[in-house]
């Protein structure tokens, strides 16, 4: 069964824009991590924050955590059109139990 | 994709058929994972594995099946008793043995379709 649950579904932005993301869970987590995948492609790792940081960065991607509401938001500031893929969050409490959300679908017009 | 490679990109069976799918690492990770993906939906886990010679099954391993029997092979072969097999199968892998704790790499994917 999902765990995590992103919103909005789609999304789109002219290029420059930022987009905004957010994932709610249900249950604890050890860590969240988010994921990208482009159509029809394998998931990429994009970042992990682990259930003790409030905050992390990457390049022009900024994810937060508020374990108090169970949610997670993923910033992408000025984005481009090869930001253009659908962006899942995963949650893990232990072991091998990774749960992805649905996604989602991020267009970037030019 | 971060050196696992899954072949074939596309598969067609026909209904009745086994079809195996190929996934391989040359990362040297001890674990590796199986999903299956569904028009607008997230991953699910079929199968993981932690160590050679060992596999647990994971949410949807009815009408699944797989072996570990290198360390860099984990096939997946999806038999005549999974009703509705069409998706798109994704393999995985990470170094430490609980991914919760550690980044899965994904290999490209196979869409499987039935015919």
């Known amino acids: 069964s999902q765990q995590g649950e992103e919103d909005p579904q789609a999304l789109s932005i002219q290029e420059g824009e930022n987009a905004t993301m957010n994932c709610s869970y249900k249950t604890s987590i050890n860590n969240l991590q988010w994921y990208r995948q482009n159509s029809g492609r394998g998931l990429v790792h994009l970042i992990l924050?682990?259930?003790?940081?409030r905050e992390k960065h990457s390049g022009r991607l900024r994810v937060t955590l508020d374990t108090s509401k169970k949610s997670s938001s993923l910033l992408i500031t000025a984005s481009r059109a090869a930001d253009t893929a659908s962006y899942f969050c995963a949650t893990a409490l232990r072991g091998y139990d990774m749960r992805f959300g649905a996604g989602t679908r991020l267009t970037v017009k030019p | 994709d971060g050196g696992i490679t899954q072949s074939p990109k596309y598969l067609f069976r026909k209904e009745g058929q086994n079809v195996t799918l190929s996934c391989e690492q040359n990362l040297n990770h001890d674990a590796m994972y199986w999903y299956r993906q569904d028009p607008g939906q997230g991953l699910r886990l079929i199968y993981y594995?932690?160590?050679?010679?060992?596999?647990q099954k994971g949410d949807i391993a009815e009408g699944y099946s797989v072996s570990r029997e290198k360390k860099e092979s984990f096939p997946l072969t999806v038999t005549s008793a999974q009703k509705n097999p069409t998706a798109f199968y994704l393999c995985?892998?990470?170094?430490?043995?609980?991914?919760?704790?550690?980044?899965?790499?994904f290999g490209p994917g196979t869409r499987l379709t039935v015919l």
């Open positions: 924050i682990r259930s003790n940081e």
């Open positions: 995985a892998s990470s170094m430490r043995r609980e991914p919760s704790t550690d980044t899965q790499y």
């Open positions: 594995s932690q160590i050679v010679n060992d596999f």
